[in-house]
């Protein structure tokens, strides 16, 4: 397996708290169980990428073998990420998620499936984005993030005029940008900063492609629990010029 770097839990608390408004909410719920702890201490740092070197200029280098390279922002428990990095073994795919017990369950199940093909930042999202090289990612997935609902709060919204040019950076061309919400508000926010940008085309040719989740998606516990409570979610792709 490629060194992808070190990954210490004390340095990226410290690191979190000097940097000011980087990231907003928890990072940490109940507490660990005892395999997930050690998870944190073994499997984690071959795992994480060290974004203290610089990139390759190929993010397939960071994998065994692999044909492209695919991010996930967010993933929460990684039902998703771990379900595509299974489904398609010649894909890299590199997952960010700053809580810790999503982190912990994610972990336990690659380590349960013994998966070579995922690589992981506990972190920053903005951080990531920031390190990778121009060009290097397929594909980049923003699936049910926070909404931010409050006026006050939409500039935490992970999607920003600014943060859509960092995503068009990191985007091979015609590399697909996909974001799923159930949350109208930030579905309408999202199309609107997308559609405005010069780098990006809307995909959807009819109403059932944004209705209708994407071909063998795998639905993670917060869609589940936005159907539970009547939400309708909304699937959008976007393709880099």
Same mark, same amino acid.
């Given at each position: 397996?490629?060194?992808?770097?070190?990954?210490?839990?004390? &340095?990226?608390?410290?690191?979190?708290?000097?940097?000011?408004?980087?990231?907003?909410?928890?990072?940490?719920?109940?507490?660990?169980?005892?395999?997930?702890?050690?998870?944190?201490?073994?499997?984690?740092?071959?795992?994480?990428?060290?974004?203290?070197? +610089?990139?390759?200029?190929?993010?397939? &280098?960071?994998?065994?073998?692999?044909?492209?390279?695919?991010?996930?922002?967010?993933?929460?428990?990684?039902?998703?990420?771990?379900?595509?990095?299974?489904?398609? @073994?010649?894909?890299?795919?590199?997952?960010?998620?700053?809580?810790?017990?999503?982190?912990?369950?994610?972990?336990?199940?690659?380590?349960?499936?013994?998966?070579?093909?995922?690589?992981?930042?506990?972190?920053?999202?903005?951080?990531?984005?920031?390190?990778?090289?121009?060009?290097?990612?397929?594909?980049?997935?923003?699936?049910?993030?926070? +909404?931010? @609902?409050?006026?006050?709060?939409?500039?935490?919204?992970?999607?920003?005029?600014?943060?859509?040019?960092?995503?068009?950076?990191?985007?091979?061309?015609?590399?697909?940008?996909?974001?799923?919400?159930?949350?109208?508000?930030?579905?309408?926010?999202?199309?609107?900063?997308?559609?405005?940008? @010069?780098?990006?085309?809307?995909?959807?040719?009819?109403?059932?492609?944004?209705?209708?989740?994407?071909?063998?998606?795998?639905?993670?516990?917060?869609?589940?629990?936005?159907?539970?409570?009547?939400?309708? +979610?909304?699937?959008?792709?976007?393709?880099?010029?």
């Amino acid at each position: 397996m490629p060194a992808v770097g070190v990954f210490d839990i004390g &340095a990226m608390t410290e690191l979190a708290r000097k940097r000011s408004g980087a990231f907003f909410g928890r990072r940490k719920g109940h507490p660990l169980k005892a395999r997930q702890a050690a998870l944190f201490e073994t499997l984690l740092p071959r795992l994480a990428l060290d974004l203290s070197a +610089p990139p390759p200029s190929d993010l397939r &280098a960071l994998f065994d073998e692999v044909d492209e390279v695919r991010l996930e922002s967010g993933f929460g428990g990684g039902e998703h990420l771990i379900a595509e990095a299974e489904r398609h @073994p010649r894909s890299g795919f590199i997952g960010i998620e700053p809580f810790v017990n999503g982190m912990a369950k994610a972990l336990a199940t690659i380590d349960e499936r013994k998966l070579k093909n995922i690589r992981l930042h506990h972190g920053d999202a903005a951080d990531m984005l920031a390190w990778l090289p121009r060009g290097g990612l397929a594909r980049m997935e923003l699936l049910y993030p926070d +909404p931010w @609902p409050k006026r006050r709060h939409w500039k935490r919204r992970f999607v920003q005029d600014e943060r859509v040019a960092e995503i068009a950076r990191i985007l091979r061309p015609a590399g697909e940008f996909r974001f799923a919400s159930d949350i109208p508000d930030y579905v309408a926010w999202t199309l609107t900063r997308l559609l405005r940008s @010069p780098d990006f085309i809307w995909t959807a040719e009819r109403a059932d492609d944004w209705r209708k989740p994407w071909p063998d998606f795998t639905g993670t516990r917060y869609e589940a629990k936005a159907k539970r409570e009547g939400r309708v +979610p909304c699937y959008v792709t976007f393709k880099r010029k």
